[in-house]
């Protein structure tokens, strides 16, 4: 490719459209391209929020490989999930490669847990100590399956589901990898796979690999990512959310019981005279469970210091005391093994993270709470405001620009809390309206005469308001949930009127299994909570009524969130103006852009809160949502539906 400029590539004649059936040219494209071009150009950095149908990963990827192409610039390029790496690497990049004539070395890398760990699975394979047969079938299925792979990227794999308790028997954690001292190190497949991504021109990487990156620096093999000159960030408005993970601690049950789960595999391996290590084991176990027990009930998190002070202070100690002992018969076997070695080295730094989170080690200016899960629970602490972490991480990172792009990075066409958040102050900013006719294509509904959310008929009076919708609409219907609560009331409303193989609910199977259910059904309901807000693509008939039960704004008592609220009441601040409403507004444009998502698409967009009518800041939602015709008929919404074209 000779140096064409943006405008000739992505023109009707250019060669896109040469190398693309059905190819359109589109002026907000070309415009996000032009933007992108000249941040790279100018070493700047560039936030811009590009509507459904812009077609922004063509707008990012196509002058980012001009660059690499024209002056040898390397690139990473960081999604929000590990779906939406798989179609870039595997899908978008080749076909774009292609049709610029461009060959340029690119690499796809994911976080450890994703690669087979062949030390591991040997190790578990001669245990032969499973919590069911099923688990030792698939194991060895896994093991067929190494013969075939090349990545050992196991979400290729068709035997192990997503949510499979075999997975952390098969992959590494920082923790618990021997590094250098494998002895299967030579044919480590995560190894192989950072070596390629460091000679690589362009990689394509999830958020947390970059913050990883960024933030960690040290992971078992030293720089996870290459030097690059150019962060794309796609689904950008999940950045900051992630980087309070990383700028803070955190230790987990599901570390210690791994720790103890190795432990014991070498004890019955290379330890089998010290039976006391064993023992040792089962007691740090014991404490773990101990704890679960005292925290109560799961799906909870508990602000640290709104635990009762004789529960917090007596939280950890017998804990302490187990793993001390657990340490030290570690200690005492550590030379006879390589995997003993690492275990004592994991048990002193356990150790230090349970001495971290004594009373008097929580830093200033943060937060710590206590997550409870079915069989586990999280102690995290991170700070409340990451805007300068992010920004010393971005200077010393050593890239020259850097984009930030989502549909959803503003609200009330205002970049300034997506900004706030990650220290961008002097970045550009960009907005770009999608193509899509809205004005002809949906339809914005708010329902007259609802009660306030909190009222506790509400849920019985909005289902009232919208299952005649559904019952009408000829399409799929997304109903959307703020909370579990709300969606298992209206299952029990919603399960004894429709059919019941058209009725699917989240948790029922996997997420992409489900979507790909309903895509297929085409005229299905899906009862969803915040997961499916966003990432979800089902384009025509198949969802042409998306219900959104409240405002998304997250729950006050969340400790981050409370934290947050409290700080800035001391700074002066308005804590629902400037922190609740953006969040919840980001949370809300995500959930309505499920619905039109191609050219063709129709549908009614329907928000259940009386909140955006009857109180002044309802206008800040609705100002950052497209231009949708609006009513509050639901006679109109009915006719509406029923003229749908299938």
């Avoid at 978008?92 to 461009?102: V, Y």
């Avoid at 688990?135 to 589901?161: E, I």
């Avoid at 990883?212 to 992971?219: G, N, P, T």
């Amino acid at each position: 490719m000779s140096k064409k400029s943006i405008k000739a590539l992505f023109a009707f004649d250019g060669l896109l459209a040469k190398a693309f059936d059905g190819y359109v040219e589109r002026e907000a494209q070309i415009e996000m391209a032009q933007a992108i071009e000249a941040a790279i150009d100018s070493e700047t950095s560039i936030c811009i929020e590009a509507g459904t149908g812009t077609g922004k990963t063509f707008a990012y990827l196509v002058p980012a490989i001009k660059a690499a192409d024209d002056s040898d610039k390397k690139i990473i390029i960081s999604t929000g999930t590990k779906n939406l790496q798989d179609q870039l690497y595997f899908r978008d990049l080749p076909s774009i490669f292609d049709a610029l004539g461009i060959h340029k070395e690119r690499a796809l890398l994911k976080g450890r847990n994703n690669y087979l760990c062949r030390y591991r699975l040997e190790q578990n394979l001669d245990s032969g100590r499973f919590k069911s047969r099923s688990m030792a079938d698939t194991l060895v299925k896994v093991k067929q399956w190494t013969n075939k792979t090349v990545s050992g990227d196991l979400t290729q794999c068709p035997d192990l589901n997503d949510n499979d308790p075999l997975w952390s028997y098969v992959t590494s954690t920082n923790e618990n990898c021997l590094g250098a001292d494998c002895p299967d190190y030579a044919d480590c497949y995560l190894v192989k796979a950072r070596q390629k991504a460091m000679e690589a021109d362009l990689v394509v990487v999830n958020h947390h690999l970059l913050l990883a990156d960024m933030v960690l620096k040290e992971d078992g093999f030293g720089e996870l990512l290459p030097e690059a000159d150019i962060v794309i960030a796609d689904e950008a408005h999940q950045v900051a959310a992630i980087a309070h993970a990383f700028y803070g601690h955190r230790l987990t049950s599901r570390q210690v019981n791994e720790l103890c789960r190795d432990a014991e595999l070498e004890a019955m391996t290379t330890a089998k005279d010290d039976r006391q290590l064993s023992v040792a084991v089962r007691r740090v176990e014991g404490a773990v469970n101990e704890i679960r027990l005292k925290l109560g009930d799961s799906g909870k998190k508990i602000n640290w210091l709104q635990l009762d002070i004789k529960v917090r202070n007596d939280l950890l100690l017998e804990l302490l005391r187990e793993m001390k002992a657990l340490s030290k018969r570690l200690d005492l076997n550590a030379t006879r093994s390589k995997g003993l070695d690492a275990c004592h080295r994991r048990s002193v730094e356990i150790l230090q993270s349970l001495v971290l989170f004594e009373d008097k080690d929580l830093a200033k200016d943060s937060v710590r709470w206590v997550e409870t899960y079915r069989t586990g629970f999280a102690i995290v602490e991170t700070p409340l405001d990451v805007s300068e972490a992010f920004a010393q991480s971005r200077l010393d990172h050593g890239a020259q620009t850097w984009v930030f792009t989502s549909a959803t990075l503003s609200q009330a066409r205002k970049f300034d809390h997506f900004k706030s958040q990650l220290g961008l102050d002097s970045a550009n900013e960009l907005m770009l309206e999608s193509p899509f006719d809205y004005q002809n294509q949906s339809l914005l509904y708010v329902p007259r005469d609802l009660p306030d959310p909190r009222n506790p008929k509400y849920i019985e009076s909005w289902f009232n308001k919208i299952f005649p919708l559904v019952e009408t609409n000829k399409g799929g219907s997304f109903l959307l949930f703020t909370s579990y609560y709300a969606l298992n009331k209206v299952r029990e409303l919603i399960e004894s009127k429709i059919e019941s193989s058209k009725l699917m609910v989240q948790g029922e199977r996997p997420k992409n299994e489900l979507i790909e259910a309903f895509r297929e059904q085409g005229d299905a309901v899906l009862l969803a909570t915040s997961s499916f807000w966003e990432g979800v693509d089902v384009k025509g008939m198949a969802l042409s009524l998306v219900v959104i039960d409240k405002l998304p704004f997250a729950a006050p008592d969340e400790p981050l969130i409370e934290a947050k609220v409290q700080s800035m009441r001391k700074q002066g601040k308005n804590p629902f103006y400037d922190l609740q409403i953006p969040e919840a507004i980001t949370a809300l444009k995500q959930g309505a852009g499920r619905l039109i998502r191609d050219q063709k698409d129709q549908g009614v967009l329907v928000l259940c809160d009386p909140r955006l009518v009857a109180n002044n800041y309802g206008k800040e939602f609705l100002t950052s949502l497209p231009e949708l015709p609006r009513t509050r008929s639901q006679k109109l919404v009915i006719e509406f539906l029923e003229n749908l074209n299938q």
